[in-house]
């Protein structure tokens, strides 16, 4: 069994050790007895009846973001008292602690909370303790894991249901007991800053990661929180938080289907809304989406968060409400009432910190008559359900003594199948040369601004992780010792100072091989918003997909040296560099990586790990010919390129003029240290109903000399349809390990109610006819195929 898929089956079978099981008073010794109190009375009588025993100030309370920091000083550690019991009497359903700060002040500081709400409250009810955890627990020196969209590009279930168990254990340790992730977002418009965050452009991968991502979280009770619900990740102009525009059918087409698949088949206990309009409406109060499609259509029982300071933005955006004139402790303003108006009764439950904490307008909107009280206990209602099926009430927290933080958080456990996803996320792009796999006998120059120095981790972890983790130099001179290795930065990121060419040419003239390692950087939470310089992240958006500063010459000069060069790209989106491909070099995508990132480089480099990889995103040859994303609509992506030919004539085309709307390396592709013979495929049927389901059966036959993992993509084509469709989906896929010379039969289900289109009337049919199912090795590198029919 694979080691991930062991320590999984482990880590969900434990019961928590007695140290981690709390025992609370009861409180207002009046309620003792009360049925919400009582773990054997059903969900729904515990939500009623603490409801009707609330007033309206504690649900106003439990719909609005606390912070650790309203009673502990993260710099200096001090407790205050009084802000303790302030927090809890204005917001007390959950309280926020992502800061850099030791273990035993955090877990000291979150017991001091969750007691407080649990003890001396009226009502005894219990808080969620949140955090980030899109690279793992973000709570410094928690394990951090690589990128989401390197998480897609394992193309691996498992690794990414263990990832999830073993985040859960961390955070339980500490007291967090909800996450804010994963997201279900796509990587549709890559000059948005935060593609890094996704599981790439596909709905069908991305649902499936996410689902994933979710059931290993939540099988140890800890929270996951779907985001940015929905249609957030193609602004305008790839402008972090800019309008989205859509219709109907290509939100439901596109947008939603991985966020189903996340909330209602994962069975997600929060989700958060977006900071976008769609379709010139606000989706952090828009009802059509947060009541008509979650609640009405979807049947979501759960609640529903802004994301931070979202909100407002119905303010200091849209311009749908008055300005709100002031911060939580000022007079509350017609602006704070607008918003709560508009956003709670949409479905949007709860606030997040970041603004004016409209909710607090709630006691004077009910006693005014303004806003029915039904509305808020729906809203409370859903917080609470959740609470009382994560078993909250019983366990608030499950805190481990200090002595055995350092044996559950990043330990041995926690870095292997961080190093074990990372290395399975690496795509190998071009090895025309065949320099890899490397050999250990030969001298190796590592060259490049992030191949040392500093982790390149992307956003959304800890201030000051960068400084701790394993470089791609670390991991090179683990695997074959120091003295086999010369180091040259060559230059910084951000210069276009070429001073250190020099030495970074030295070395490669002197090496056996160069690797250089170059691409994109964000910064750690603190740094980012600081304003200090990156090219990814929230708020971090690019006009170019472009390497930046003197990073192309740095290459172009250890190319021209004559030495074999591997190229890395350690990058939080694909970058436009596809000159790459008519040199000799060979070419490596690591999406950025984990702590152990330097680790699994040098396996994949050295050969102690085929590649596996698969692109959870298409590569554009430059900015222009965006969006490139596969699954076109069938109307689209009409190709008569033009060139300029190496001859030096112009080749002239229309589409476009001197360029191409073909991808330069396609979604689902990654090559391998073997290679895969594709035979014989069939379906279980071929005349079928729109209830059905069936099976695709490939014979897939390493024919290499390397054992091999390979991922097998199905993808369906609709032949005619009423409406514009997809020219072909992603609806399924499988990652199998072959032994070299050996052969198996991969089979892949299908639901003939997944390949359903959103007619003319905007009613969801599987329509009769023709539809081929393709198998192939990505989603260009098609290698058989077969027909079913709906009559």
Known sequence: MHLLES?????????????????????????????????TQPIEARVQDLVNRMTIEEKAAQLMQGDISNWFNTTSGIFNRSGLVQNFEQKAGQFYVGYPISWEWLADNIKRGQDYAVNETRLGIPALVQTEGIHGLLIGNATIFNSPIGHACSWNRSQVRAMGVQIAKEAQALGVSQLFAPLADLARELRFGRVEETFGEDGYLAGEIAYCYIQGLQSSNVMATVKHYTAFSSPEQGLNTGPVHGGERELRTTWLPPFKRAIMDAGAWSIMSSYNSYNGVPIVADHHTLTEILRDEWGYKYFVTSDAGGTDRLSEAFYVCPPTLNSYGGPITEGNECITMDALPAGGDVEMGGGSFNHRSIPGLIASGRLNEEVVDTAVSRLLRAKFIMGLFENPHRIAPESECNSIINNNYAKQ?????????????????????????????????????????????VYES?????????????????????????????????????EAISAAKAADVAVVVVGTWSRDQMELWEGLNATTGEHVDLNSLDLVGAMRPLIEAVINTTTPTVVVFQSGKPITEDWISNSTASLLQQFYPSQEGGNALADILFGDVNPSGKLSVSFPHDVGSLPVYYDYLNSGRINDPGSVGADGYMYFGHQYVFGTPQPWIEFGYGLSYTTFEYSNVTLSARNVSASDSITATVHVKNSGRRDGAEVVQMYVKDML??????????????????????????????????????NRKMQYVVEPGEFVVYVGASSLDIRGNASFYVS
């Open 7 to 39: 320590l999984a089956l482990i880590f969900t079978s434990i019961t928590p050790p007695v140290w981690a099981q709390s025992s609370y008073n009861e409180g207002d010794g009046s309620l003792a007895n009360a049925p919400y109190k009582h773990p």
């Open 417 to 461: 199948p961080a190093r074990e996803i990372d290395r399975d996320s690496i795509v190998l792009l071009k090895n025309n040369h065949d320099i890899l796999p490397l050999s250990k006998d030969q001298k190796v120059a590592v060259i490049g601004p992030m191949a040392h120095g500093w982790m390149n981790y992307g956003d959304y972890i």
């Open 466 to 502: 960068q400084y701790r983790g394993v470089t791609p130099l670390d991991g090179i001179q683990a695997a074959i010792g120091n003295g086999s290795v010369n180091y040259a930065q060559g230059c910084e990121r951000w210069s276009l100072d070429k001073s250190g060419f020099p």
């Open 721 to 758: 349809a009423s409406v514009d469709v997809p020219n072909v989906q992603l609806k399924g896929f499988d990652k199998v390990t072959i032994p070299a010379g050996e052969s198996a039969e991969v089979t892949i289900p299908l639901n003939i109610s997944d390949c359903g289109v959103w």
